[in-house]
């Protein structure tokens, strides 16, 4: 069974340009979540997508949306990026109203 | 907001000590879940706890769910090299994880 695929694997943007992150979860999880992670702030909840609804938002600026397609796979869209979203961006996959998330290997922004 | 508080941030311990991290909250916890994430990597499920004092076992790697459901402990029993990594402690509440900070534990050979 494939796990949670997220490309690209690593990026390198300027201020100002916008980036959108793709996720694949796994075969059947019909729910996908984002979280950011920086060596400052820890790991934080971004947003969650299930049947191609938004079911919950954490706090970030309107400059961060998401959707989700009915094939389940999500985009995560950043626009006028800054400095400080440089970080690594996790999508993690669950199976109906199950607890426990399946992470993917994460998309290594870096913002010059 | 809710928090979950990590202590401690790092531990640097012998190959064969003992290690344990520790996750509070102010308020009573609906669940704890704990992750591992390899330097490089991304966090995996170890565990979920759900009832108050529950306590479950992995091998070397014991967590414990405190009775009032406020606090939640991860303990390894004699490290290895392979027990190296950022441990995260979360809750599960209303379609989000709220993540502590992570231990990272570095074991010396």
């Known amino acids: 069974k494939a796990g949670v695929t997220q490309t690209p694997r690593y990026l390198i943007k300027t201020r100002g340009q916008q980036v959108t992150l793709s996720c694949s979860p796994i075969s059947g999880h019909r729910s996908v979540s984002w979280y950011q992670q920086t060596p400052g702030q820890g790991l934080q909840f971004l947003f969650e997508?299930?049947?191609?609804?938004?079911?919950n938002k954490g706090n970030f600026p309107g400059r961060f949306s998401g959707r989700q397609f009915s094939n389940s796979r999500s985009e995560m869209n950043v626009s006028t990026l800054e400095l400080g979203d440089s970080a690594l961006y996790l999508c993690a996959s669950s199976y109906g109203t199950q607890l426990v998330l399946t992470f993917g290997a994460g998309s290594r922004l870096t913002v010059l | 907001g809710q928090q979950v508080m990590q202590i401690p941030q790092y531990q640097h311990v012998q190959e064969g000590e003992d290690f344990t991290t520790y996750c509070n909250s102010s308020?009573?916890?609906?669940?704890i879940q704990w992750y591992k994430q390899r330097p490089g990597g991304h966090p995996v499920f170890l565990i979920q706890l759900v009832k108050s004092g529950e306590v479950k076992k992995q091998k070397r790697l014991t967590f414990q769910f405190g009775e009032a459901k406020k606090n939640s402990s991860l303990h390894i029993t004699a490290t290895q090299t392979t027990d190296v990594g950022t441990y995260f402690c979360a809750e599960y509440n209303t379609g989000k994880l709220i993540f502590g900070q992570g231990t990272t534990l570095q074991v010396k050979p």
């Open positions: 997508y299930f049947s191609e609804t938004q079911r």
């Open positions: 308020t009573t916890l609906s669940n």
